[in-house]
């Protein structure tokens, strides 16, 4: 279709929206397209600012680690078991200093939101896709477990010559193409782990469920209308992202809304 020309009117069904509610646009062509109002548009932090910003924080913990050293020490020097009892104390207080710092830092509110005392420093944050401001959870998240993970998906043509190739062979042209995005620290993973979708029994051929032509346009909204007291969550009842961990949570918020202008 060239660009600026009209689409052909879509099936349009009946239906009875939730007031206020994102998650229930009308069906057909009419049918908004969602905008993330997060990091785009924005120009995006530079290697080097980024690396800056960890250095800084890096140095801000080496402070309390300097301190607990020197009183370490110092009990030490008066009492051998002090010095021990001390020693895991301090250890223990340092770990929770370096679990705590970024997550607490970024989830605060206001103008230093998504912001470590390093990022601040260098004049970065991080950001979210929903537009939502960073919370400690979604901080949590970030820094211990999403950030160590890097995952992508084969499909079409080059999954067909892909997959009936050795496995190392396919960890190997994986790993190359991760190192192309992300530089040399990407070329060695501490694991590996593939999932062939057509091979999955229940899914057959796909990570995400899809409906036939037609299906959503004329009863989409039907998946998450309150029925009652009883409203309806999950990452297939989504509008946007559906059957990802995005389209999940988007779901979840949603129905809470619903229960809470009901209370």
């Known amino acids: 279709m060239e660009s600026g020309s009209t689409p052909p009117e ?3 069904a009946p239906y009875t929206p ?3 509610d994102p998650e229930t646009p009308p069906g057909g062509w009419q049918q908004p397209v969602a905008t993330p109002s997060g990091w785009e548009g924005k120009q995006l932090a530079s290697w080097g600012s980024r690396v800056g910003a960890t250095l800084l924080d ?3 913990l080496l402070i309390p680690v300097t301190l607990l050293i020197v ?3 110092v009990v030490a020097l008066s009492s051998d078991v002090g010095g021990i009892v001390t020693a895991i104390l301090s250890s223990l207080l340092y770990l929770v200093a370096v679990l705590f710092y970024a997550p607490l830092l970024m989830g605060r509110q206001g103008a230093h939101n998504g912001q470590t005392w390093g990022k601040q420093i260098v004049g970065i944050r991080v950001v979210r896709d929903s537009g939502q401001p960073v919370d400690i959870g979604f901080a949590f998240l970030r820094e211990f477990v999403v950030k160590g993970l890097l995952f992508g998906f084969v499909g079409g043509d080059a999954h067909r010559a892909f997959f009936p190739r050795p496995q ?11 190192v192309e995005c992300f530089g040399r620290d990407a070329g060695n993973p501490s694991d590996y782990f593939e ?3 057509p091979a999955e029994r229940w899914s057959r051929g796909g990570p995400v469920g899809l409906a036939g032509p037609g299906v959503y346009t004329a009863v989409g909204p039907a998946l998450r209308r309150p029925v009652g007291r009883i409203h309806w969550a999950g990452t297939e009842t989504s509008t946007y992202w559906n059957g990802y961990m995005d389209g ?3 779901s979840g918020e949603r129905a809470a809304r619903e229960v809470l202008d009901q209370l």
């Not at 190392?168 to 991760?178: E, K, M, S, T």
């Open 195 to 197: 999932t062939n979708w």
């Open 10 to 12: 879509g099936p349009q």
């Open 248 to 250: 999940a949570v988007r």
């Open 18 to 20: 939730i007031p206020d």
């Open 168 to 178: 190392g062979d396919r960890r190997a042209a994986v790993v190359a193409n991760l």
């Open 71 to 73: 009183l370490v020490v």
């Open 58 to 60: 890096w140095l801000i």
